[in-house]
């Protein structure tokens, strides 16, 4: 996946994609009570990279998830899925939003980047 070059629209269009997120490498020798928002913010910049878009949208249930331990105790890794959308209103931010959702697993083993449904 490369970078989005100057003046050019934006190749993507409509995708999904699920990704497993490594919250403990984001989060290391990060103080105590900043570990769970530091994650937030971790996935949302990995959304705005992998996605190409500045709006980027947190399901309240990969919120929850996140913080289902407390601020300090976060899962290790996360499987999160991301769906590149087009916007219904226009306020400037471009014509595409990502949503950030979770994505339940048993194991994290073998998993790889996987293109699902649009």
Same mark, same amino acid.
């Given at each position: 996946?490369?970078?989005k070059e100057k003046g050019k629209p934006n190749p993507l269009g409509e995708v999904s994609r699920d990704y =497993? +997120?490594?919250l403990h490498? /984001? +989060?290391h020798k990060e103080t105590f009570k900043r570990k /769970?928002?530091?994650a937030v913010s971790h996935i949302i910049r990995f /959304?705005?990279?992998n996605m190409l878009t500045e709006d980027v949208r947190v399901d309240p249930q990969l919120n929850e998830a996140i913080w289902a331990r407390g601020i300090r105790n976060l899962p290790r890794r996360i499987r999160v899925r991301?769906?590149?959308k087009k916007k219904e209103e226009d306020d400037g931010k471009g014509k595409y939003y990502t949503l950030a959702q979770y994505v339940p697993v048993d194991s994290f083993a073998n998993l790889k980047t996987?293109? =699902?449904k649009a």
């Open positions: 996946m490369g970078k =497993t +997120v490594n490498k /984001a +989060v /769970a928002p530091r /959304a705005q990279r991301l769906q590149r996987e293109i =699902t």
